[in-house]
Structure formats: structure tokens, C-alpha cells
């Protein structure tokens, strides 16, 4: 079965600077990768995914991440944090099967903070 | 394109009671599929339907039903709630058919179960 693990359920940086949200993966077939976004209050929205093309995936919002398969990871990153990026991220997996889209697994969630 | 639209937002219920959350996916999209997410347990795959038919089911008891209409609009039911049930539910819908396809989620349903 696959997984997902979020490296730090709470992260602060400043205005500005680099935003480096962790995720690790385990799958024991080529997985397909997400990272969405959730505003309070509101459902989930995509910021990228990978599905075994290019290796560096560009998101939306300026974000992006790198499939790392010798480390299992997709970390997502940031150059540079804005205020309004204050949200909860989550790294999902997703498999393929001979039925088709598989369900997504979540990782628990990061907390971005914004420090003005 | 419209987006996945839920209703109702909101919900208060008793223990004991029943509950029906209903889903709109996006227009041309075929496959449906409900999340329930609480503090405690984070984001977790309740089922998804496609084409009317239940092709992917989570750990949830069987108080956890669902179902998909003719025109890909999904209702989820929960019988004889329980405290526990209290969460956001959210419905994501996709193109559906073979492969991975993005799922776009709705803005949830807040069930509150007293």
C-alpha cells in the first residue's frame, strides 16, 4: 500500500524567504504524486502534480517541487513566501490500477506561517 | 466551467440520526469521490463512484453509504451518527476512466453531530 509522510506539521518562515515543505513516499509501484492547498474553510485545490514525466513539476502560485525517487521524496518549494501563501498544504499519492484512478492517500498536513 | 459544488455548507445533527451531503461534480467530469477530514484522522478516502457504480471503497463502517446518479451527481449518507461522524466531508470529481486524473474537491460540508 502507498503512504505519504509530511516532515513537520508546523512551519514558519519569513516574508520572503524560501518555503521547503517535506514529503516522503511509499509506494511499491511508480506513484503518482500531488501536493494540494487548503484556506480555512474552504475544500482542497491542486498546486502541482507529478505523474512520471519531467522529474521538476511547476505548480501554480510560483510554487514547484522535484520528484526525488533514490530519496522517495517530492519536497515543495518556494522561492520566495508571501503573506497570502499562510495556508495548509498536503502531499497526497495515488496509484493506477486496471480499474483506473486509484483513491488518493493523504500525508497529515503542513501548517505554512507567514511572518510578516 | 463551474466547480464541484456541495450542499448544504453546513449541518447540525443529533446522535442517532441519519444525514444525506449531496455533490455536484464539475459538467463532463464522470467520477466522483468523498473525503472525510477531522483534526484527529486528517483526510480520509471514504469511496468513489464511476459510471454509477462503487469502484473504490475505504475502511468506514457501513453506516458510510453512497451513491451516483445518471448525470454523475453523488450523495453520501451517514445512518445513526455518532459523535465521531463530526468532521468536514469533501467530494472531489474527476474525468474518471483509466489512469490518474486530477481531482478537483468542493468547498466541504461541516457536519457537527451533538
Known amino acids: 500500500a502507498q503512504s505519504v509522510t509530511q516532515l513537520g506539521s508546523h512551519v514558519s518562515v519569513s516574508e520572503g524567504a524560501l518555503v521547503l515543505l517535506r514529503c516522503n513516499y511509499s509506494s511499491s509501484v511508480p506513484p503518482y504524486l500531488f501536493w494540494y492547498v487548503q484556506y480555512p474553510n474552504q475544500g482542497l485545490q491542486l498546486l502541482l502534480k507529478?505523474?512520471?514525466?519531467?522529474?521538476l513539476v511547476k505548480g501554480i502560485n510560483g510554487f514547484e517541487a522535484e520528484f526525488k525517487k533514490s530519496e522517495t521524496s517530492f519536497h515543495l518549494t518556494k522561492p520566495s513566501a508571501h503573506m497570502s501563501d499562510a495556508a495548509e498544504y498536503f502531499c497526497?499519492?495515488?496509484?493506477?490500477?486496471?480499474?483506473?484512478?486509484?483513491?488518493?492517500?493523504f500525508g497529515t498536513g503542513t501548517r505554512l506561517t507567514i511572518i510578516p | 466551467k463551474a466547480g464541484v459544488t456541495q450542499t448544504p455548507r453546513y449541518l447540525i445533527k443529533t446522535r442517532g440520526q441519519q444525514v444525506t451531503l449531496s455533490c455536484s461534480p464539475i459538467?463532463?467530469?464522470?467520477?466522483v469521490s468523498w473525503y472525510q477530514q477531522t483534526p484527529g484522522q486528517g483526510l480520509q478516502f471514504l469511496f468513489e463512484y464511476f459510471s454509477e457504480t462503487q469502484r473504490n471503497k475505504g475502511n468506514f463502517p457501513g453506516r458510510f453509504s453512497g451513491r451516483q446518479f445518471s448525470n454523475s451527481r453523488s450523495e453520501m449518507n451517514v445512518s445513526t451518527l455518532e459523535l465521531g461522524d463530526s468532521a468536514l466531508y469533501l467530494c472531489a470529481s474527476s474525468l474518471g476512466g483509466t489512469g490518474v486524473w486530477e481531482q478537483y474537491f468542493g468547498p466541504g460540508t461541516r457536519l457537527t453531530v451533538t
Open positions: 507529478y505523474t512520471s514525466a519531467a522529474t
Open positions: 459538467s463532463g467530469h464522470r467520477s
Open positions: 497526497a499519492v495515488s496509484v493506477t490500477s486496471r480499474i483506473g484512478n486509484e483513491k488518493l492517500t
